[in-house]
Nanobody, 124 residues
Framework: QVQLVESGGGLVQAGTSLRLSCAASDRTLSSYGKAWFRQAPGKEREFVATINWNGGKTDYADSVKGRFTISRDNTKNTLYLQMNNLRPEDTAAYYC?????????????????WGQGTQVTVSS
């Protein structure tokens, strides 16, 4: 059974940085497109960033562009999200996701596997 496990969340002050990780249980996911989404209380899950199978193409939500960087290390079966200059509005549970196709996608419905999420809380 495929599993995605996020880590790296926490409580931080505005302006600081965090790096999230998402470890995959199956090496076949190294050929999948992946993404990060987030969900704040009372809001729908929203797209944050996506990356294709080999890291050669990425895309970001406008709200995080220039502050967040998505990357992956297929030798370690791990996806990353480097988050810099965090803001209180970045507070949410962050989820990694993987889909069968290798390309990027910002569409939630395109993703086949999801992690359980890691909480990021940014204080002002």
């Amino acid at each position: 059974q495929v599993q995605l496990v996020e880590s790296g969340g926490g409580l931080v002050q505005a302006g600081t940085s965090l790096r999230l990780s998402c470890a995959a249980s199956d090496r076949t996911l190294s050929s999948y497109g992946k993404a990060w989404f987030r969900q704040a209380p009372g809001k729908e899950r929203e797209f944050v960033a996506t990356i294709n199978w080999n890291g050669g193409k990425t895309d970001y939500a406008d709200s995080v562009k220039g502050r967040f960087t998505i990357s992956r290390d297929n030798t370690k079966n791990t996806l990353y999200l480097q988050m810099n200059n965090l803001r209180p509005e970045d507070t949410a549970a962050y989820y990694c996701a993987a889909k069968f196709e290798a390309a990027t996608s910002s569409r939630r419905d395109d993703y086949n596997y999801w992690g359980q999420g890691t909480q990021v809380t940014v204080s002002s």
